[in-house]
């Protein structure tokens, strides 16, 4: 059943390489066997937990049958399925590392990521359409570096390439971009070349170093720094930024998140946003922004800037179907001296491994009219 449990670790192309030959596999091994159905059982489970339908019967069935002969991993498989505590693993003698792993953590742990290759799309009034490839390895070379590297671009010859390297006590990374951006307040377009590097210490949650950057043939350098944590159901963060060379420029952002369950289907997810970047000498595009597929969707992309930003956007997630969902979300953001309302409703298509991989699409509705969004992962 490697197949099936690589499902969970590799990239959003791995439907397309594990599940069919984990198919195979099945089709060879007899259901009556009980390692064939343990194996069934595992293929019901792992596709469960991914949102995928399976095509099995149910697991309860071939747990029953292994149980025969496999007592002990036929009931940690109950565990996984939520049908027994893992209390009742206390005392078995006769688990594999599943069940090892639901009795000594509460938890199955699947073992290391492999390297993820995403593909993923976006799409905004003021952005285009386009795509992103994406090369995630949580454990480069064995060294316990996490190494991050996206390439972006879409219809309207905006651009950007990106590679970040972390570990538990430093961070470096470094971007290049071509951005067409839109200034609604003086009514005209402007294309951007934008380039930077930074490097940071870490300790725990917070990091800070030196950073230099350049904005379309102005230069500056500074300090970035901020601080990340979370604790279910919440995450929080904080993003400072200071430049002094060429122009003066500080600003702050802090982004609250909120997820939580409330039905076997349902979620419910709130997002508190503030920024603020008081008489900075920073290129405008530098200031705080809302519009587009992360902060008040029902807007064009990067819609209003101000030197104060507050938004808050409250969503609620419905699972559908096997993969398919749904949401109804509700925003707003105070910025430039106004409040900008908005809301709407949304698909997704959730696809292995979660909860990386999530395909979006959202009708949001404000002040612009409606406005169509696609893109990558949930919003936030």
């Given at each position: 059943?490697?197949?099936v449990r690589l499902l969970q670790v590799s990239s959003n192309l791995s439907v397309a390489v594990h599940g069919p030959?984990a198919d195979r596999a099945l089709s060879q091994c007899p259901g009556q066997r009980p390692e064939c159905a343990l194996?069934?059982?595992?293929?019901?489970?792992?596709?469960?937990?991914?949102?995928?339908?399976?095509?099995?019967?149910?697991?309860?069935?071939?747990?029953?049958?292994?149980?025969?002969?496999?007592?002990?991993?036929?009931?940690?498989?109950?565990?996984?399925?939520?049908?027994?505590?893992?209390?009742?693993?206390?005392?078995?003698?006769?688990?594999?590392?599943?069940?090892?792993?639901?009795?000594?953590?509460?938890?199955?742990?699947?073992?290391?990521?492999?390297?993820?290759?995403?593909?993923?799309?976006?799409?905004?009034?003021?952005?285009?359409?386009?795509?992103?490839?994406?090369?995630?390895?949580?454990?480069?070379?064995?060294?316990?570096?996490?190494?991050?590297?996206?390439?972006?671009?879409?219809?309207?010859?905006?651009?950007?390439?990106?590679?970040?390297?972390?570990?538990?006590?430093?961070?470096?990374?470094?971007?290049?971009?071509?951005?067409?951006?839109?200034?609604?307040?003086?009514?005209?377009?402007?294309?951007?070349?934008?380039?930077?590097?930074?490097?940071?210490?870490?300790?725990?949650?917070?990091?800070?170093?030196?950073?230099?950057?350049?904005?379309?043939?102005?230069?500056?350098?500074?300090?970035?720094?901020?601080?990340?944590?979370?604790?279910?159901?919440?995450?929080?963060?904080?993003?400072?930024?200071?430049?002094?060379?060429?122009?003066?420029?500080?600003?702050?952002?802090?982004?609250?998140?909120?997820?939580?369950?409330?039905?076997?289907?349902?979620?419910?997810?709130?997002?508190?946003?503030?920024?603020?970047?008081?008489?900075?000498?920073?290129?405008?595009?530098?200031?705080?922004?809302?519009?587009?597929?992360?902060?008040?969707?029902?807007?064009?992309?990067?819609?209003?800037?101000?030197?104060?930003?507050?938004?808050?956007?409250?969503?609620?997630?419905?699972?559908?179907?096997?993969?398919?969902?749904?949401?109804?979300?509700?925003?707003?953001?105070?910025?430039?001296?106004?409040?900008?309302?908005?809301?709407?409703?949304?698909?997704?298509?959730?696809?292995?491994?979660?909860?990386?991989?999530?395909?979006?699409?959202?009708?949001?509705?404000?002040?612009?009219?409606?406005?169509?969004?696609?893109?990558?992962?949930?919003?936030?």
């Amino acid at each position: 059943m490697a197949e099936v449990r690589l499902l969970q670790v590799s990239s959003n192309l791995s439907v397309a390489v594990h599940g069919p030959r984990a198919d195979r596999a099945l089709s060879q091994c007899p259901g009556q066997r009980p390692e064939c159905a343990l194996a069934r059982a595992d293929y019901a489970l792992i596709l469960a937990r991914l949102g995928l339908p399976s095509g099995e019967p149910e697991p309860e069935i071939w747990i029953a049958l292994a149980a025969r002969s496999m007592p002990g991993r036929a009931q940690a498989r109950r565990v996984l399925a939520k049908r027994d505590e893992a209390n009742t693993l206390s005392a078995r003698t006769d688990l594999d590392g599943m069940g090892e792993g639901l009795r000594d953590a509460g938890e199955w742990p699947t073992g290391p990521p492999t390297p993820v290759i995403g593909l993923g799309l976006s799409g905004a009034p003021g952005l285009g359409v386009g795509g992103s490839i994406q090369y995630v390895d949580s454990d480069l070379l064995w060294r316990g570096w996490r190494l991050d590297a996206t390439l972006a671009a879409t219809t309207r010859r905006i651009g950007a390439a990106a590679i970040h390297l972390r570990t538990d006590r430093a961070m470096l990374g470094a971007s290049v971009g071509r951005l067409v951006l839109d200034n609604y307040r003086r009514g005209v377009t402007q294309t951007v070349w934008t380039a930077e590097a930074e490097i940071a210490a870490r300790r725990g949650p917070v990091w800070l170093g030196p950073m230099i950057r350049w904005d379309d043939g102005r230069p500056g350098h500074g300090l970035t720094g901020g601080w990340r944590d979370q604790w279910a159901p919440v995450s929080a963060s904080v993003l400072v930024e200071a430049s002094f060379w060429r122009y003066q420029h500080v600003r702050a952002d802090v982004d609250v998140v909120l997820d939580v369950p409330v039905t076997d289907r349902g979620r419910l997810a709130a997002r508190a946003l503030g920024a603020a970047s008081p008489g900075s000498e920073a290129p405008w595009w530098r200031r705080p922004v809302v519009g587009g597929g992360r902060v008040l969707r029902g807007a064009p992309a990067y819609r209003w800037r101000g030197d104060l930003l507050l938004a808050g956007v409250l969503e609620w997630r419905q699972q559908l179907w096997g993969p398919l969902g749904g949401v109804v979300f509700a925003e707003g953001a105070w910025i430039e001296d106004g409040l900008r309302p908005g809301g709407g409703l949304g698909l997704r298509l959730h696809l292995p491994p979660q909860p990386l991989n999530t395909a979006r699409l959202d009708v949001g509705a404000g002040a612009e009219g409606l406005t169509i969004t696609v893109g990558w992962q949930e919003a936030f």
